[in-house]
T-cell receptor, first 113, second 111 residues
């Protein structure tokens, strides 16, 4: 079975631009979460979606938004990019919001110049 | 969620047991202890979780002290592929699985 997939793998943007990152969960998983991992730190929770509804939001500015589609895939959007948004963006999927195990994708490496 | 304290780094000889400690003295009664690891350039990987009993699976064993203020993850026969950052994460049973990663422990398995 395919694991969690994310696209693109790498991305370079300039300050002020916007970016869309995509995630496809494991088949049968209905919950998708997004995390940001700055170099040298642990991942930080951004959003969780379940059945197309937002179920949790971390301490991130409104420039960050996300959505989940009927097929349970998800997009993370970041507007007005700042240098500090440079990070590895990780997507994780689980069967539901109570599952003990989350499965992470390989991440999208975003560089903002 | 409870705060955690983990040593920043540890070394272990290949084939020996790796014992990774975690202090979570402020853990509440409904918080499980989860362990994830992150191999360089990969996403985190779930290892094991427990509430108050010791747990074992094909990857590792988890020992939780009786007062639940600390735990130890044991990799019984460490291999070079176990070199990774290991995160201890308390998480309540009622939460929506929003993981709070700390700094973790960088485990280096030496040949």
């Amino acid at each position: 079975d395919a694991g969690v997939t994310q696209s693109p793998t790498h991305l370079i943007k300039t300050r002020g631009q916007h970016v869309t990152l995509r995630c496809s969960p494991i088949s049968g998983h209905k919950s998708v979460s997004w995390y940001q991992q700055v170099l040298g730190q642990g991942p930080q929770f951004i959003f969780q979606y379940y059945e197309k509804e937002e179920r949790g939001r971390g301490n991130f500015p409104d420039r960050f938004s996300a959505r989940q589609f009927p097929n349970y895939s998800s997009e993370l959007n970041v507007n007005a990019l700042l240098l500090g948004d440079s990070a590895l963006y990780l997507c994780a999927s689980s069967r539901d919001t109570k599952s003990h195990e989350q499965f992470f994708g390989p991440g999208t490496r975003l560089t903002v110049l | 969620d409870a705060k955690t304290t983990q040593p920043p780094s540890m070394d272990c000889a290949e084939g020996r047991a790796a014992n990774l400690p975690c202090n979570h003295s402020t853990i509440s009664g409904n918080e499980y202890v989860y362990w994830y690891r992150q191999i360089h350039s990969q996403g985190p990987q779930y290892i094991i979780h427990g509430l108050k009993n010791n747990e074992t699976n094909e990857m590792a064993s988890l020992i939780i002290t009786e007062d639940r203020k600390s735990s130890t993850l044991i990799l019984p026969h460490a291999t070079l592929r176990d070199t990774a950052v290991y995160y201890c994460i308390p998480l309540s049973s009622g939460s929506a699985r929003q993981l709070t990663f700390g700094s973790g422990t960088q485990l280096t398995v030496l040949p």
